[in-house]
């Protein structure tokens, strides 16, 4: 079989996932609807037509304003169970999702609500799935603990915490307490690191956050120590390639440096960030990657078997998946 069959065909498991940014035009004016919620845009169509990014922010901006529509615990059921059918539809066996309580806890919506929505998807789902509670940088780290605080009574829930939005002016070490805490706690830590940010948020992530992955981490090739502290240690990368070009992280698909951090003996591993945003879900960007650049057979399966690697998930638990 030609290698798109093969890369559309393996088994892989997705790391890097925003439960909120998988809510497709369609269904944030359903919901709209369902629960009379009012919408900047008078058709999906004009609503697609925003999705035009220069950077991360004007992106977070219509992604916050997409999670408006969210309010009842079956909202964040149908956002969670559209997702996983379009996983399994690209041979995702496991996802490793997070979710932004914060966005939606500051609208009046309980954490229960958020929480119970979305873990009953995952259980009513063929695909293995786990969460990952994710605080937003651009809050106060006494808004992240409160945060956890809320969470708490339903630790069986999520697996990790990870740290999203805003990047730049939000160093990892604004969050050093409440990470010491989540670690104290048993959870798995990740962050992003090096989207946007300088290689050395991928340092402090590591050190002083003593995340497990970093998400994103493309930048990492700005400093050459920190490539070769990457790959000795092999931290997992977890690379949205798409994501990366609507960001305009990198000019085109071509500038990509997915092949170089392959080739540098780095973890990486291919993820769809924002899928509905950034015009594609797991294949999609694998395709798109093996378009622009020279990778090959070797490449797919090593970011395959990266994939099940990095994952939360215990050894026997990965086999079953294969
Ligand atoms: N970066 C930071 N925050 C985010 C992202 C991202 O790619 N997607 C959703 N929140
Ligand atoms: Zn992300």
């Not at 259980?123 to 708490?152: G, K, M, Y």
């Not at 009574?153 to 697996?159: L, V």
């Amino acid at each position: 079989p030609q290698l798109r069959t093969i890369v559309q065909q393996m088994p892989k498991a997705e790391l890097h996932i925003h439960i909120e940014g998988s809510l497709e035009p369609e269904l944030i004016f359903a919901l709209a609807q369902r629960n009379n919620v009012s919408l900047a845009y008078p058709s999906v169509e004009a609503l697609r037509a925003a999705y035009a990014f220069t950077d991360l922010q004007s992106f977070l901006d219509i992604y916050y304003a997409g999670a408006s529509v969210l309010l009842k615990e079956q909202d964040f059921y149908d956002m969670t169970a559209a997702y996983l059918q379009r996983a399994a539809a690209d041979n995702v066996r496991h996802a490793e999702i997070f979710f932004d309580p914060q966005t939606h806890t500051a609208r009046g919506v309980p954490m229960q609500t958020v929480i119970a929505g979305i873990y009953r998807a995952c259980q009513d789902s063929p695909v293995s799935a786990t969460l990952i509670l994710s605080f937003l940088r651009h809050l106060s780290e006494e808004d992240a603990f409160a945060t956890l605080e809320a969470a708490l009574p339903h630790r069986d829930k999520f697996i990790g915490i990870g740290l999203d939005s805003s990047e730049r002016g939000n160093p990892p070490e604004k969050f050093a307490r409440v990470f010491a805490r989540c670690k104290e706690l048993g959870f798995h830590l990740v962050a992003h690191a090096g989207e946007e940010g300088p290689p050395a948020y991928i340092s402090t992530a590591l050190d002083t956050l003593q995340v497990e992955r970093i998400d994103h981490g493309v930048r990492c090739t700005d400093d050459a120590a920190l490539v070769q502290r990457l790959a000795r240690e092999q931290v997992a990368l977890t690379v949205c390639p798409l994501s990366n070009i609507k960001l305009c992280v990198f000019g085109d698909m071509g500038q990509h440096n997915l092949l170089q951090l392959l080739d540098a003996g780095i973890m990486a591993t291919v993820n769809s960030d924002d899928p509905a945003y950034f015009g594609g879900y797991m294949n999609a960007n694998f395709e798109a990657a093996f378009a622009a650049l020279p990778l090959g057979l070797h490449h797919a399966q090593r970011l395959a078997r990266n994939s099940f690697a990095a994952a939360f998930l215990p050894a026997a638990q990965k086999q079953a998946l294969l």
